[in-house]
């Protein structure tokens, strides 16, 4: 799911807390030649199902980056 991608923690500018997950998904090209790419921001949620899979990527050995 998160292969080939940037995980890291969001700082919050404002409070300087880690509030969140951004994940970077490879820029790719679409048929016409442009520059696609997908940028997730995800809550530190346990319900939220995108956070979940975050977790069972970690578990599997996989690290988050630290926030800027």
């Not at 951004?22 to 696609?36: A, L, R, S």
């Amino acid at each position: 799911m998160f292969e080939n991608c940037t995980v890291k923690y969001h700082r919050n500018i404002h409070s300087g807390t880690v509030d969140g997950i951004q994940v970077f998904y490879p820029k790719t090209k679409d048929k016409d030649g442009n520059d696609t790419g997908i940028t997730m921001g995800i809550p530190m949620d346990e319900e939220n199902t995108d956070y979940q899979n975050i977790l069972k990527w970690v578990a599997e050995g996989n690290t988050i980056e630290e926030a800027d």
